[in-house]
């Protein structure tokens, strides 16, 4: 725990201002290999603020600032931290922290059993729940602060006063030490903790110790054979391993379905993904390295055709199809966009020439709230 209270003449029902943060984001998203894993770290984190946020509000009839949050609702994207005043007696700011953080550590940890529970691993060695947990505990970093409010006036002061402390504990870069066995392979996509879940197929370095892994059996699209999954990865991979959620080929298999829509290579298009079962097409099979004999077999893909070259000639018709409807050629390139919003920091904190008088910031940060909840939906 990491927090920061300010216990400053206290008196009965005393109202403070409450900010509370889950990290590391960046191992939450943007540490991903899959698009799924992207889309699964955003959804968890999400749902760790949600559960923050109806502790203090059950438990301590918080009033919630930021985010908007409608009431009865449970939105899809949620931002790492929300700010709340609650009206608390002398002492209660400690135990309400301290409670809100232990809930979000209990969710997930719920997320990482139910995680486990659909891994259904065909060799597990015999600490591999030790360790896995192990690492579960140790991921997130939580800070929470507090700042006493002495009037209706005080919110501008309170407000900037809380999230210079909040800067203040997470510059004190708390850590937990690594165990001294924190020495096997590490995980594929962070690189920073042992890899504890591995495909069965995957052939183990030497040095890797048995009996704290786990091995699941063929599933290229959740695990590939190799892969080695630290916890939180493999939390990602497996909380919901039946919600699809398209990867980047698929995305451009999608875009080519419309371009050939009612035109020759659609005909073609369809004869080649005919090729494959549903369960295994992809839209990574419109590229040829994606079709070689290797990748077939280490990812362990069945096809309807009689030989693997014969998916070749396939998609080789195909791009020749096309080529004749003066498509445009599948490409292996792409790029993204990315935004976000100038100035957020100093204008929530008031520094803009219209909030400079107290009594406008708190309304504002009430209406900038509701206007991002139905963008951040969209």
């Not at 850590?175 to 069965?200: M, T, W």
């Not at 035109?263 to 839209?283: L, P, V």
């Amino acid at each position: 725990m990491k927090n920061f209270w300010q216990n400053r003449n206290i008196s009965n029902n005393m109202k403070y201002l409450f900010l509370f943060t889950i990290g590391p984001v960046q191992s939450f998203i943007a540490q991903a290999r899959k698009t799924m894993d992207l889309k699964a770290g955003s959804d968890m984190l999400s749902k760790l603020t949600l559960t923050g946020i109806q502790t203090a509000r059950d438990h301590f009839g918080a009033e919630l600032i930021f985010p908007y949050l409608p009431e009865g609702e449970e939105p899809d994207s949620m931002p790492n931290k929300f700010l709340a005043e609650v009206n608390l007696e002398p002492g209660q700011a400690q135990s309400m922290g301290q409670k809100v953080e232990d809930e979000v550590r209990e969710a997930f940890k719920l997320m990482a059993k139910r995680a486990l529970k659909n891994m259904k691993p065909q060799k597990v060695g015999s600490v591999f729940q030790e360790k896995f947990f192990e690492q579960v505990e140790a991921h997130l970093e939580v800070y929470w602060v507090f700042e006493k409010l002495e009037n209706e006036q005080d919110y501008r002061r309170g407000y900037q006063q809380i999230e210079q402390n909040l800067g203040a504990v997470k510059n004190l870069r708390a850590f937990h030490q690594l165990p001294a066995d924190e020495n096997g392979r590490k995980c594929s996509v962070s690189g920073e903790r042992d890899a504890l879940v591995f495909n069965e197929r995957f052939k183990l370095p030497a040095f890797v110790t048995t009996n704290n892994i786990a091995q699941i059996s063929k599933n290229p699209v959740i695990i590939g054979s190799g892969e080695g999954l630290s916890a939180v990865v493999a939390i990602k991979r497996f909380l919901n391993p039946n919600e699809k959620f398209p990867s980047i080929a698929e995305v451009t298999a999608k875009a080519l379905e419309r371009e050939m829509s009612g035109r020759i290579t659609e005909t073609a298009y369809q004869c080649y993904k005919n090729c494959f079962s549903a369960e295994d097409w992809d839209g990574q099979f419109l590229f040829e390295e994606n079709v070689t004999d290797r990748f077939l077999e280490k990812n362990e893909i069945v096809h309807k055709c009689s030989s693997n070259n014969v998916i070749r000639e396939q998609l080789k018709k195909l791009k020749q199809k096309a080529k004749e409807d003066q498509l445009p050629s599948i490409s292996s390139y792409y790029a993204l966009l990315t935004f976000d919003g100038d100035r957020m920091g100093a204008t929530w904190a008031g520094d803009e020439d219209y909030l400079r008088e107290d009594a406008v910031l708190k309304p504002f940060h009430n209406a900038l709230s509701d206007r991002l909840y139905p963008f951040a939906q969209k």
